[in-house]
């Protein structure tokens, strides 16, 4: 099937990557982009320091609730019908987050991006593997990973850059014309897909957002009100519960949203978890480093930003590559040298760190971080979607995307955690002694998911192999088929 293979993408494939690329950009972009940008949102509309977080978690619990939904709403009525929906809704709650009079009002604006960007976002995904062929998914999805990559990493970067040289409006702005030219494009451009025989299922839509709301809020809440607190033991203990009875729902129901015999194809679960770790790893000690380069380095945001270039800039460099050398010696071995190279960037960190280091001590670290990132991001969504059939891949990518979320809300909460713990913003050495022992953490989580990473398939089209029979056999069988793992 590879000498049949076209050398170079299809027009409609560079199509389907450009669209799928820009919105995934702007969807993850927006993750980080508020967090360089609250003093001034501060300055300028008020509101206490739990008002702030809001306004970075209001995007994330949405974002992370709904994101199994925005698929299966894909799935039934059309995958670029909703992508566009979700645009639409995403580009105009960024315009009314920029005309925000007050802080309640920007809140509230944040979660509704957070709404439109959880029905488009895992459906860039699902419509870019639909448009490029199998043989070239690697190289498209290496490109893809690239531009997502940068938007986590460079969030803080953009967002520093625009409120100290413009405006912090023009954080939400950057997003309307971007917006506005994709939503014809997407329209002109994209292939109508649905997935074969999708239903919604209403049970597990419920089960699965209140569980995941109540997991998120308390989450996102754990620092503000402590980890004891009642509504952070209620939400953990409820959410957990949903989340047990969505398992359950989806072991018995053919038709469930999520299907769990997915999760035995070893593949699938190991991406997923490995994922859910990398995330945790990864948004917790962004989130410590940025602000130890402005709060002890000195640095402003912007020249924080650039500073980190060797970390957020590695992806546009190292990811396309990383998406090509899947395609020819299979994922495991480039998802796991990626997560491996993460997990040691970070604990180079955390042996490196101190009040006073100097920035040429911290470039190698930036360097191996940067070259895990991008090492990661292909190979992990091409190995993703090889592991389930065509008509899965829309639940597939919502299930991912949704464990990242709240991979990422964990680790921002329980990095944070560790660093108030053991240190706090008194001093500069009191700010190191909270970051350190907070990224042996978060590296450890990263090690444990390139360990995991080693349950994937040796060769991506290995594992396209058993999609493809498992899809072929799947209408003679549908309620008993069960996709087995490769090894």
Do not use: C
Not at 356 to 365: E, G, I
């Amino acid at each position: 099937m590879n000498e049949q293979a076209p050398p170079v993408l299809s027009r409609s494939a560079i199509w389907a990557l450009v669209i799928t690329g820009a919105a995934s950009f702007m969807a993850a972009l927006d993750n980080l982009v508020v967090t360089t940008a609250l003093p001034a949102i501060r300055a300028d509309l008020g509101g206490k320091l739990e008002d702030l977080e809001w306004t970075v978690n209001a995007y994330t619990l949405t974002f992370a609730v709904l994101l199994m939904f925005g698929s299966a709403l894909g799935d039934r009525f059309g995958r670029r019908r909703l992508f566009i929906g979700g645009l639409s809704v995403f580009t105009l709650a960024s315009a009314a987050a920029a005309l925000s009079p007050g802080i309640d009002q920007l809140i509230a604006a944040r979660a509704v991006q957070g709404v439109g960007a959880a029905v488009m976002m895992p459906l860039t995904l699902t419509l870019l593997t639909a448009a490029v062929p199998a043989a070239r998914r690697g190289m498209a999805l290496g490109i893809y990973g690239a531009v997502t990559g940068l938007a986590v990493a460079s969030g803080p970067l953009i967002g520093g850059s625009l409120t100290e040289h413009v405006s912090w409006q023009w954080i939400f702005w950057i997003n309307v014309p971007i917006g506005i030219a994709l939503i014809p494009l997407a329209r002109l451009r994209l292939a109508e897909s649905t997935a074969p025989g999708a239903r919604l299922d209403v049970p597990g839509t419920l089960l699965i957002s209140g569980g995941l709301f109540g997991i998120v809020y308390a989450l996102v809440n754990a620092n503000a009100k402590g980890w004891t607190s009642t509504p952070v033991l209620t939400g953990l203990v409820l959410g957990a519960a949903l989340v047990g009875g969505f398992i359950r729902h989806g072991s018995g129901n053919p038709h469930a949203m999520l299907p769990m015999r997915l999760f035995r194809n070893r593949g699938f679960l190991g991406i997923n978890l490995a994922g859910l770790l990398m995330f945790l790893g990864m948004f917790g000690s962004i989130f410590l480093l940025s602000q130890f380069l402005q709060g002890v380095a000195g640095y402003s945001p912007t020249e924080a930003g650039l500073r980190m270039l060797p970390w957020t800039g590695m992806p546009m460099i190292v990811a396309p590559i990383a998406g090509i050398l899947s395609d020819r010696i299979g994922s495991r071995p480039v998802v796991t040298a990626g997560l491996a190279f993460q997990a040691l960037g970070l604990g180079w960190f955390a042996a490196i760190l101190s009040a006073d280091v100097s920035y040429a001590a911290q470039l190698p670290a930036l360097i191996l971080s940067g070259i895990g990132m991008a090492l990661y991001f292909a190979p992990a969504s091409n190995a993703l979607m090889s592991t389930v059939t065509p008509a899965d891949q829309g639940k597939a990518s919502g299930t991912n995307n949704a464990l990242r979320e709240v991979g990422g809300a964990l680790g921002v909460a329980v990095l944070a955690s560790v660093f108030s713990a053991q240190g706090g913003y008194e001093t500069p050495q009191a700010f190191t002694d909270g970051t350190v022992p907070a990224l042996w953490i978060g590296a450890g989580a990263v090690a444990l998911a390139a360990a995991l990473a080693m349950l994937l398939p040796r060769k991506a089209k290995a594992a396209s192999a058993v999609a493809v029979a498992a899809s072929a056999s799947a209408g003679a069988d549908a309620g008993a088929q069960k996709v087995p793992a490769a090894s």
